[in-house]
């Protein structure tokens, strides 16, 4: 996660993560020591589906947390619906996603700022970058929100789309409604009344926390390859998501970690390891 070969491999040498991410260097270490116990292996930032006797965890970063989840699309559903039946206090994750957003601590990315003053609009779609804009969000629904809305929506670039692709937005959207690589994203999302985000952002748990209507722009047969598609869809679907999340986010079995809100967060990742193994052993013969 803060492999600096591994960064510029995936975002290149002009962006930074964020500071307000170091917190969770001890917990990818903690995380890595522990794995050790465990006849599996850990890998950062990777979505695949693997059998349910999985040989994969996947971790990445996710609205300043750490989540966990096997390669395995049955199981990383499965371990969030877990989660969410167990019993267990919640804590108050919403609250702390809506004030990461309100102290400007939520960009995953440094030097993410506005350069002139905006207009405020109350509609935001948030784009994926340029390696799965093309792919995984649906062009029929961004045309939709743009013939619905008019001129009452920006389009907000990711950090990591190419010049050439936000000329292409421009055509399309007209270019006022397209904002900058690096606008803050987050400054816009609090004037929103509706954000329009997808599986692949964590902007949908912050919109939620802020009490923000939130739709979704996947493309339908591609939203479960999305990195969140686990933890987001229900975001789209639950009557009470704020309730959701703090619900489902406070169990181990989510394999949501974060300590700035978990009281024993090594602990929760120690639960969290045994009982997705417990989970993978269950399942050893169901497919060879």
């Not at 040989?55 to 969030?80: D, G, H, M, W």
């Not at 309100?102 to 350069?115: I, R």
């Not at 994926?128 to 001129?151: F, M, P, Q, R």
């Not at 181990?252 to 193994?277: A, C, R, T």
């Amino acid at each position: 996660m803060f492999n600096k070969k591994e960064k510029e491999d995936r975002i290149g040498s002009t962006l930074t993560k964020s500071k307000t991410l170091d917190s969770l260097k001890e917990v990818e270490r903690y995380f890595i020591k522990q794995m050790r116990k465990y006849g599996t292996e850990s890998d950062y930032d990777v979505v695949a589906n693997e059998i349910p006797y999985f040989k994969t965890l996947s971790y990445t970063e996710y609205a300043t947390c750490f989540v966990i989840n096997p390669l395995c699309q049955q199981l990383r559903v499965a371990q969030i619906r877990d989660a969410y039946l167990d019993e267990c206090e919640p804590l108050d994750w919403t609250t702390y996603f809506a004030n990461t957003v309100k102290d400007k601590k939520s960009n995953k990315y440094d030097a993410q700022k506005n350069k002139k003053d905006y207009e405020t609009r109350y509609n935001l779609v948030v784009l994926a970058g340029s390696n799965k804009l093309k792919e995984a969000i649906c062009l029929n629904k961004l045309k939709w929100v743009k013939d619905t809305h008019g001129e009452d929506v920006y389009f907000k670039a990711h950090p990591l789309t190419t010049h050439a692709l936000i000329g292409e937005l421009k055509d399309l959207f007209e270019e006022d409604t397209i904002l900058p690589r690096n606008a803050d994203l987050y400054h816009f999302l609090l004037e929103a009344d509706v954000v329009y985000t997808s599986c692949i952002s964590e902007s949908a748990v912050y919109a939620v926390s802020l009490d923000k209507d939130i739709e979704p722009i996947d493309v339908y047969n591609k939203e479960e390859q999305g990195s969140f598609y686990h933890i987001n869809k229900n975001l789209f679907t639950e009557k009470d998501p704020k309730d959701w999340v703090n619900k489902t986010f406070s169990s181990p079995k989510s394999g949501v970690i974060n300590p700035n809100v978990d009281k024993d967060w090594k602990g929760k990742i120690d639960k969290y390891l045994e009982y997705i193994h417990q989970v993978r052993e269950d399942n050893k013969y169901k497919y060879v």
